[in-house]
């Protein structure tokens, strides 16, 4: 089993920036693909962008030019560093790991609220 345990979140202005981190615990030799979505109050879960052990990318094309993913497998650890925050980035961010049997392990998320 693979645990996640998202943090960083919090209240930022319009304009302003926030890290994000997301640290995997357990079986962390079976993932693979580790990556961001978020959930908007009355709105579906949307991707944000994910990252494989190899370091592939892969955004939301609404997202890619403020938002930036990393990983450091050294530490079992992905990191979302967003820029340029709107208001409607507003939303809780949960941190997925896809482990090598394609199974989906969530966090609990973290709050990220971007308002004046």
């Known amino acids: 089993q693979v645990q996640l345990v998202e943090s960083g979140g919090g209240w930022v202005q319009p304009g302003g920036s926030l890290r994000l981190s997301c640290k995997a615990t357990g079986s962390v030799f079976a993932i693979n693909r580790m990556g961001w979505y978020r959930q908007a109050p009355g709105k579906e879960r949307e991707l944000v962008a994910t990252?494989?052990?190899?370091?592939?990318?892969d955004y939301s094309d609404s997202l890619k030019d403020r938002f930036a993913i990393s990983r450091d497998n050294s530490i079992e650890t992905v990191y979302l560093q967003m820029t340029s925050l709107k208001p409607e980035d507003t939303a809780v961010y949960y941190c997925k790991a896809v482990d090598f049997f394609r199974r989906d392990h969530w966090g609990q998320g973290t709050q990220v609220t971007v308002s004046p």
């Open positions: 990252i494989t052990a190899a370091g592939n990318t």
